[in-house]
């Protein structure tokens, strides 16, 4: 089932025109990742697909419903968790004081809370300011305020990037363990180790338009490489 439809959307600044025809769909419960070299139009298609941004053409279904239509959005975002690189938290905001403010915007019940403190091992931080908090505890803290609404679908921006090895893989567990409860997750991400190891599915953006949608194992054997960092470059060098 898809959750995620895209077809023939195009996106243009002025003169230059960032997204190119662009069609995709992702399934319900896949951890999906869209990569390419920078400037090649990852952040617009991401924002447009979390309606943050108007595609200039095209159509696009977000949870069954066409964002296109002014009356989806709100209905939309309910569903949606977001984590973008910067963060966007209160510096000196306690883990605590943040959770009961998440909490009241979405009306989440305080056993629901104390759940997630459980589940993302937050107890000793609640009473830390985010902005004394390591890389990887902040990145886990944020997963833990995305996850405070049960959101069906789950955008991340380079989600472990500035983390050591240890936190990127405590990350990537909470990430895999949601899909227990079937949530889908979008990425953006430069480590091609990660898309081979974890996601479900890859898009590959170049130039603005994609030049690959499957399986990482499924792109290996079609281009007969190793690893999947050599399908990357083969499809963003080379144009095959």
Request: hydrophobic residues 40%.
């Amino acid at each position: 089932m898809s959750l995620i439809e895209v077809k023939n959307v195009y996106k243009s600044y002025g003169e230059k025109k960032v997204l190119k025809d662009v069609s995709l769909e992702i399934n319900k419960g896949e951890v999906a990742a869209i990569v390419g070299p920078n400037g090649t139009g990852k952040t617009t298609l991401m924002e447009i697909m979390m309606t943050l941004r108007k595609a200039d053409d095209g159509n696009i279904q977000i949870l069954g419903k066409n964002i296109r239509e002014e009356r989806s959005i709100d209905s939309i975002r309910s569903e949606l968790g977001v984590i973008f690189q910067e963060g966007g938290m209160y510096n000196y905001m306690k883990l605590k004081e943040a959770l009961d403010l998440f909490a009241s915007f979405y009306h989440v019940p305080k056993e629901k809370v104390k759940r997630l403190v459980q589940e993302f091992d937050l107890e000793p931080y609640l009473n830390t300011k985010y902005h004394k908090m390591s890389g990887g505890w902040k990145q886990r803290f944020l997963l833990a305020i995305a996850f405070l609404h049960n959101p069906e679908l789950l955008f991340l921006d380079e989600p472990t990037t500035g983390l050591d090895p240890k936190a990127a893989q405590t990350l990537w567990n909470n990430i895999k363990g949601s899909k227990d409860e079937n949530r889908t997750i979008v990425l953006t991400t430069h480590s091609m180790e990660e898309i081979e190891r974890y996601c479900d599915r890859v898009i590959v953006l170049k130039a603005g338009q994609v030049v690959a949608n499957d399986s990482p194992k499924n792109l290996i054997q079609q281009y007969k490489k190793k690893f999947f960092t050599d399908v990357y470059f083969h499809l963003v060098e080379s144009g095959a």
